[in-house]
């Protein structure tokens, strides 16, 4: 496996010493350093191949806070995958809703970078053995039940879709319930990345803060449905979608 990554940093000594690790590691390659974060956005829209970028936080004109939310914006550019590399620790959680992979404080060693490569791998890995044409999360095999990866305290946890009773919004964080275990899974995203990672089939959103699996669901009347012992609200603005699921199943 190599992995087409950039460096970006104003800092030239932190920008060669981020580009020489990027050198060592043998699955790493370099395809570009840049010291400021607009020249680095040219180059990601240019390079369709470009996976990782080694990106500093504090730069002039544009954050790279900035760069990872106008990346995450992009459909073309959504598995690009961020490392943080910054001399503020107080940016560790704004890192975190950009769904970086890792977050390095500077100084750090080769055996930090190569920790924080090493989780690149195995995000890349499983993207491409596992995840094949997904953007991030969602794979339908006709010998496997469909499965998805929450990213849930630093890792990622695959999670089969038949399990998930429904799901919970909680500002910048989900709930996912499960069959098979009464503990939730907690995971930075929102409601709406979720829903497009999962079956439409399969799932239905009935409030700004729901989604239900249809085969879960109990019971249901015009304002609510019933999912084990828990009652889901309707709410006005998904009411046409729960209706149209009403009569296509009613007899």
């Not at 180059?43 to 970028?53: A, C, G, R, Y």
């Not at 890349?124 to 997904?134: K, R, T, V």
């Not at 990866?149 to 089969?160: F, G, I, M, P, S």
């Not at 304002?223 to 012992?229: A, H, L, P, R, W």
Request: glycine share 2%; proline share 3%; with cysteine.
């Amino acid at each position: 496996m190599s992995i087409n990554c950039i460096a970006v940093d104003d800092e030239p000594a932190a920008l060669e010493l981020i580009a020489s690790y990027i050198q060592q590691t043998p699955y790493l390659h370099l395809a570009g350093s840049y010291n400021n974060a607009i020249s680095a956005l040219k180059k990601i829209h240019e390079n369709p191949s470009l996976s990782l970028i080694f990106l500093d936080i504090r730069m002039a004109d544009l954050s790279g806070i900035e760069l990872a939310r106008i990346i995450g914006q992009s459909d073309k550019k959504k598995n690009v995958r961020i490392i943080f590399t910054t001399a503020y620790d107080q940016y560790a959680l704004e890192g975190f809703k950009v769904d970086a992979l890792d977050y390095l404080v500077k100084p750090f060693s080769y055996v930090d970078f190569s920790k924080a490569a090493e989780k690149a791998k195995d995000y890349f890995y499983m993207y491409e053995n596992s995840l094949q044409s997904a953007t991030f999360e969602t794979r339908l095999a006709q010998d496997q039940r469909p499965y998805i990866y929450l990213k849930v305290e630093h890792q990622l946890v695959k999670t089969d879709v038949d399990d998930i009773l429904y799901i919970e919004g909680l500002k910048d964080y989900v709930k996912v319930y499960l069959r098979s275990t009464e503990k939730p899974l907690l995971t930075l995203t929102s409601l709406k990345r979720l829903q497009e990672k999962l079956p439409a089939e399969m799932f239905l959103r009935l409030h700004r803060s729901f989604i239900v699996a249809t085969a879960a669901i109990k019971s249901a009347n015009k304002t609510s449905v019933q999912i084990n012992d828990i009652t889901i609200p309707v709410s006005e603005q998904f009411k046409e979608d729960f209706n149209n699921f009403l009569n296509k199943w009613v007899l």
